[in-house]
Every structure is written in C-alpha cells, then in structure tokens.
C-alpha cells in the first residue's frame, strides 16, 4: 500500500469528513499493524496517523478484521441501555448494537493464507441467528491498484460466497465517492455497476 499512501490519506479524509457528523461515538480507526483503535477527533486526524505510520509488509488482515467483527458479533442480543433510559423507566431498552459501517482501505495484497470468508461467514450467520435486518451491517473494501490477486480476493467477498444477507460490497478507489459511503449498505449503491464485477 505503500505506493498508493497520497491516495488512500485523500479518500481517508474525504470518508471521514462525511461520515464523522453521523456517528454519535465518534470514529474508530484501526490500522493492520496495530491492535488498539485510534480517535481521530477531526477528518484531518485520520490524516496525520496515518502520516505517522509505515507500511510493513503484508498484513495479517485476518487477525485484525476478525478482532473487529468479533467484538461488535459480541454484543449481540445484549441490552443496551442508555443513562437516559435508565433515569426514565417509559422506554424499552433496545437490544444489541448499533449497525455497523466497516470502511477497509485496501489494495488486496495480504498474506496468501488471508481470504476473510470464515470470518464473513460467522457474521452472517450471527446476524441470521439474532435476526438482524439484512444491511444491518456493511462491510466496503476501497481498492487501491490493480493487482489481479487483490481484485480478485476482494471480488470472492463481494460476490462468491452466495450468503443469505449481503453485508459486503467492493469499489475502486477511483470509483464514486457515494459507492464507497453507501454501496454496502444500500442496494441501489451497491448495484450501480462501479465495482470489479464489471472488470470481467
């Protein structure tokens, strides 16, 4: 990823300037190479880690992707309360928690024995056993480069494993902007033929 690094801190910033008023928690931003999340307080904090930080080889994408997803799966069918609900005993605490966005800057070069399909799998099938809405959760690769193994790795997740909800979606990161926010979550996004199903 080395190669595309200008590039992935434009679209990082871009991402996290449209996103950052909709989340209530503020943004997590992981890297492959480390396990904790950081906090960016601004877009341009998403920036400046990643300034601070260098490629290292291939990652081991798994254990980190798998460490995120097991951790929201975990949470599954728990109450959530709120301090306000707790105060004000009308409401019903919801159960679980809030849908997730997972936003994955990648060029697709991982360690060959990385696909991710057990760990998409699980997901779905936690998300089918808890009853959760089909796009409760979405899961988009942004691709750098045009590597044909990576391509190819990233097209197998979008589009090869004939799961019963559809939680991930993949784009270029020369694609539309609106793909990239909305293509995993919202079918008409994810349809609109900026993908690599349309490179075959």
Not at 58 to 67: G, L
Not at 86 to 115: A, E, N, Q
Request: charged share 30%; net charge negative.
């Amino acid at each position: 990823m080395a190669q595309h690094r200008k590039q992935v801190g434009d679209v990082l910033e871009l991402l996290a300037t449209l996103i950052q008023p909709y989340d209530p928690d503020g943004l997590d931003l992981y890297f492959s190479t480390e396990s904790a999340p950081l906090k960016p307080k601004t877009p341009r904090n998403c920036l400046q880690y990643l300034t601070e930080r260098r490629a290292k080889g291939r990652p081991d994408f798994r254990q980190r992707f798998a460490a995120i997803v097991e951790k929201y799966q975990s949470r599954f069918g728990k109450r959530n309360m709120s301090l306000n609900k707790l105060m004000h005993f009308k409401s019903t605490p919801s159960h679980g928690p809030r849908p997730l966005s997972l936003y994955v800057l990648t060029d697709g070069i991982w360690d060959p024995k990385c696909d991710l399909i057990t760990e998409v799998r699980s997901l779905v099938a936690s998300l089918l056993k808890h009853e959760y809405a089909n796009k409760y959760v979405g899961i988009q690769f942004i691709r750098f480069g045009d590597d044909p193994e990576g391509k190819k790795r990233l097209k197998t997740l979008d589009a090869k494993l004939g799961l019963d909800l559809d939680v991930v979606d993949t784009t270029s990161a020369d694609g539309n902007v609106w793909k990239m926010l909305l293509g995993a979550v919202n079918d008409w996004y994810d349809n609109d033929g900026d993908s690599d199903d349309d490179d075959e």
